[in-house]
């Protein structure tokens, strides 16, 4: 590779040094006819041969020299302004593709340099900022993947290991049983959004718009939760406009809907409220759910769309961490708005705002 580098460079220097001899060969000889002919005129006397002849080898090494003098300019200028800001990029970028994105190249001094090899550079440098960002978050996520599964996975290997303990009561039997189906269920739901959230991020799943009455996707998706607020005894409290149409994916907000719900009433506590409130007006269909769980701090509230993160540890055996930063996504995509405000030992209110259908919109004019 490099030989072939060496004669392309030296095929270059030649060729310029031919495109300067000829340039400067014509140059001088213009110049030189132009002074013989009015030397002429001046002196009034044909030259001889040998004055010719003479002349004839000065120009020679004149053109000679000049065409030297051009071709060592030339190859100066392009060290200076072209191979070593081509050398430079393409150092830089060889030490990305071995995987090495913190990498940034300097700017090139403008004297001299055209300014667009620093147009180049930014734009390599702004690539190299967005790989390292794209590596960690690859590396975060196979490490948090690998962490998340080895707990249900070691909660499925001891129990198995314990149901095989001969002379085993039914009620043991029947308990290491349920373990075993709870740690499968989460470890299948793990694997779920993960796979729902790969295709939303690649944009994989394109949203299919119906017109639809948001209230009555709120109770379906609140009433699947029945049997969970029965057994808690917590208090339900609902505000809903009714005939709220939004134009959305039914399938993908109801994705929303449920990990929303699961949220609030995994963190509420026996005898706490959950409350789910639906209003809308000219532009946007706006639900509020709000549970008096253990609510968070700020710090915890900056990261809750992350994923794999999870704030309450006392909770991580319930969850993966892909819940929200689902939410978030299919929120970004109805291009729809998300906020979160919470109080530890108050509870958390998460709003969504969704864009309603145009028909409505001129209905209500």
Not at 329 to 343: F, L, P, T, Y
Request: aromatic share 6%; proline share 2%.
């Amino acid at each position: 590779m490099k030989r072939g580098q060496k004669s392309q460079r030296l095929i270059s220097t030649v060729s310029n040094f031919f495109i300067f001899f000829l340039l400067a060969a014509f140059v001088t000889t213009c110049c030189i006819m132009l002074f013989i002919s009015t030397l002429q005129e001046s002196v009034g006397r044909e030259f001889t041969e040998n004055e010719i002849a003479l002349a004839a080898k000065i120009t020679m090494i004149n053109v000679v020299l000049i065409s030297v003098a051009m071709a060592i300019i030339d190859h100066l200028r392009r060290k200076t302004t072209v191979e070593r800001p081509v050398k430079k990029i393409t150092e830089a970028t060889s030490k990305m593709i071995e995987g090495d994105f913190s990498v940034r190249i300097e700017p090139i001094a403008k004297l001299g340099s055209d300014d667009s090899f620093n147009e180049i550079i930014a734009a390599i440098n702004k690539m190299a900022e967005e790989l390292s960002g794209v590596e960690t978050l690859r590396t975060d996520f196979i490490a948090n993947v690998s962490h998340e599964m080895k707990t249900p996975l070691a909660v499925m290997q001891n129990y198995g290991t314990l149901l095989q303990t001969p002379d085993l009561s039914e009620e043991k039997r029947m308990e290491y049983a349920k373990a075993i189906t709870d740690a499968s269920r989460r470890l299948s739901d793990m694997m779920t959004n993960i796979l729902k959230l790969n295709r939303l991020e690649n944009q994989q799943i394109y949203p299919s718009p119906t017109t639809f009455d948001l209230g009555e996707q709120l109770c379906e998706s609140l009433l699947q939760y029945e049997s969970t607020w029965e057994r808690k005894n917590i208090e339900i409290e609902t505000e809903i406009t009714e005939n709220v149409l939004v134009c959305a994916d039914a399938e993908l907000l109801s994705l929303v809907w449920n990990n929303l719900f699961s949220n609030a009433f995994k963190f509420t506590e026996e005898g706490g409220k959950v409350t789910l409130i639906l209003t809308a007006d000219k532009e946007y269909a706006t639900v509020k759910i709000a549970d008096t769980g253990c609510g968070m701090s700020a710090d915890v509230g900056a990261h809750i769309f992350e994923k794999f993160y999870q704030g309450d540890t006392s909770h991580a055996t319930q969850g993966n961490g892909l819940g929200l930063p689902l939410v978030k996504r299919v929120v970004d995509i109805m291009q729809g708005e998300i906020a979160v405000e919470s109080a530890l030992g108050v509870g958390t209110t998460f709003t969504v705002k969704i864009r309603r259908t145009q028909d409505e919109l001129e209905e209500n004019r």
